[in-house]
């Protein structure tokens, strides 16, 4: 190997590494973001679920009110529980913690490629390292 093919390839190695550098920058900018879009699901999850036991709170509330007509209290409270804790309740806290799991694997699958990516730069470096030391040879 001649002292500019060593040349060639040392460059090949650092343009190789400077653009998984720049992956890397990338990925990790949209893992920011997508962390970002979970904290923002937990926000809407916790106000989802402090709202739904307020008004858990309120038909309770009202159920207790013993001086007004029990049958109708009674009736009132049972048909509003089905409204606050039915199946759109549940379908909509399940979409919610879809979603939740959604980003988490999406940020997993960029973590994993990051490693993957660093893995790739030692590599690169390794070259870099074995090119230097033929240059040394091929010098003399």
Excluded: W
């Excluded at 550098?21 to 926000?43: D, K, M, V, W």
């Excluded at 858990?56 to 009132?76: E, F, Q, T």
């Amino acid at each position: 190997m001649t002292r500019d093919d060593i040349m060639k390839k040392l460059i090949y190695n650092q343009n190789q590494i400077g653009n998984i550098r720049t992956t890397i920058n990338e990925q990790e900018s949209q893992i920011e973001n997508l962390e970002g879009l979970r904290n923002s699901f937990n926000r809407l999850l916790y106000d989802f679920n402090y709202k739904h036991n307020m008004q858990n709170a309120r038909i309770s509330d009202i159920n207790n009110m013993s001086y007004i007509n029990s049958k109708i209290v009674s009736s009132y409270t049972s048909a509003m529980h089905g409204v606050v804790n039915g199946s759109e309740y549940r379908k909509a806290c399940n979409e919610i913690y879809r979603s939740i799991d959604k980003v988490n694997s999406q940020i997993r699958k960029l973590q994993n490629q990051i490693s993957n990516n660093y893995s790739s730069i030692k590599r690169f470096s390794c070259n870099i390292d074995y090119l230097n030391n033929q240059m040394r040879y091929v010098g003399k």
